[in-house]
C-alpha cells in the first residue's frame, strides 16, 4: 500500500521514454505479479506538473497523476490544478479501480468517477506563481472537505497545521 497524506507535488515534469510520458507529478504502475495495489492520496495539492511530449512522434498522459491498469485508488480531499499533458492533463485512468470524493479536480466533471461531491473551482492558491501553493481564505476548498471516505480517515490537521477538514466558521 502506498499513502500520500498531506503532501504538495508541484512543478515536476517527465520526458518521454520509448515516445510516451506518464505521470508529471505522480505515475502509479504498481501492479506486479498479477497483485493489485492500493494508492491512497488524502489532502494533497498536485498542481502545475508536466507530462511532457515535446517529438513530434511522442505522446503524453496524466500531467497531475498517471494511474495504470488495476490499481486500486481512493482520492480524497485533494487538488488537482494546472497540470499539463496532451491526453487527461490532471489524471490519466489507464482502467484503475478509482474511488474519489471531495476534491477540487480541473476539468475533473467529465470523467465517470468524478464523485458528486468535489469542485471544479479554482482552488485560489495564495502566491502559486512564487510556489505557494497553500489555499487563501477565498478559496472555496475550506472547509469543503471530509473527514473521511471508504474506511479512511483524513488528518484533523493539514500540512500547515490549519484545523481541516471542517474548521470553525467556514
Known amino acids: 500500500r502506498t499513502e500520500l497524506i498531506n503532501c504538495v507535488i508541484t512543478n515536476n515534469y517527465t520526458s518521454p521514454v520509448n515516445g510516451t510520458s506518464y505521470g508529471g507529478g505522480i505515475a502509479v504502475d504498481l501492479w506486479a505479479n498479477y497483485n493489485q495495489h492500493e494508492v491512497k492520496i ?63 479536480i480541473e476539468n475533473g466533471e467529465q470523467f465517470n468517477w468524478f464523485a458528486t461531491t468535489s469542485l471544479t473551482l479554482d482552488p485560489q492558491f495564495t502566491n502559486s506563481v512564487g510556489d505557494d501553493f497553500s489555499i487563501s481564505d477565498a478559496s472555496y476548498n475550506i472547509g469543503a472537505g471530509t473527514s473521511g471516505f471508504g474506511g479512511y480517515s483524513a488528518p484533523a490537521n493539514d500540512i500547515l497545521g490549519n484545523a481541516r477538514p471542517d474548521p470553525a466558521g467556514s
Not at 79 to 97: C, H, K, M, P, S
Request: hydrophobic letters at 40%; proline letters at 2%; aromatic letters at 8%.
Open 42 to 104: 488524502i489532502n494533497c495539492t498536485i498542481a502545475q506538473n508536466e507530462a511532457n511530449a515535446p517529438y513530434a512522434q511522442s505522446n503524453s498522459h496524466g500531467g497531475g497523476i498517471y494511474l495504470d491498469w488495476d490499481e486500486i485508488a481512493i482520492i480524497f480531499n485533494t487538488i488537482l490544478w494546472g497540470n499539463t499533458a496532451e491526453v487527461d492533463a490532471n489524471i490519466a485512468d489507464n482502467g484503475a479501480n478509482m474511488a474519489t470524493n471531495n476534491n477540487n
